[in-house]
């Protein structure tokens, strides 16, 4: 894939997963979401998120409302990582070339490690699906 096709992949996901970071805060809310984008050879630290990306990679970490999301991309590869709600976590990490998003709620955990199906546990909605192993989880 040519580089600024890869690019535009990237730019699409991260769109995508503020524009829904925005729409499950809520209008109105009085505090911001963080947001964490690292693009090839960035990386990106807020409280709440970390965004690492080697050479090749594209990452993104969403959270608000007391999440924590952890994205790091190496490889051609894409994770996202979105966070929203008390006790919400996500860890992606791209390691071949794929894009991968993981999504949690209020006490749910999502774990995409690029080499294994992804996991979802906990007690709140969670989803997960990776384009690196052709797997996902919900919940």
Do not use: Y
Not at 14 to 26: K, R
Not at 97 to 122: Q, S
């Amino acid at each position: 894939m040519k580089k600024s096709a890869h690019f535009a992949v990237g730019l699409f996901i991260a769109g995508a997963g503020v524009a829904g970071a925005a729409g499950l805060t809520g209008a109105g809310d009085a505090h911001a979401a963080a947001v964490c984008g690292a693009l090839p050879g960035q990386s990106a630290t807020m409280p709440s998120c970390s965004a690492e990306s080697g050479a090749t990679g594209l990452s993104l970490a969403i959270t608000d409302q007391g999440g924590q999301a952890w994205s790091t991309a190496n490889g051609f590869s894409g994770p996202a990582a979105i966070a929203i709600g008390k006790d919400a976590q996500v860890h992606a990490t791209g390691v071949r070339p794929g894009l991968a998003i993981g999504i949690a709620g209020p006490g749910a955990t999502v774990v995409i490690d690029g080499k294994h199906g992804p996991t979802c546990t906990g007690s709140g909605p969670a989803f997960a699906g990776d384009f690196q192993t052709l797997r996902g989880c919900w919940r």
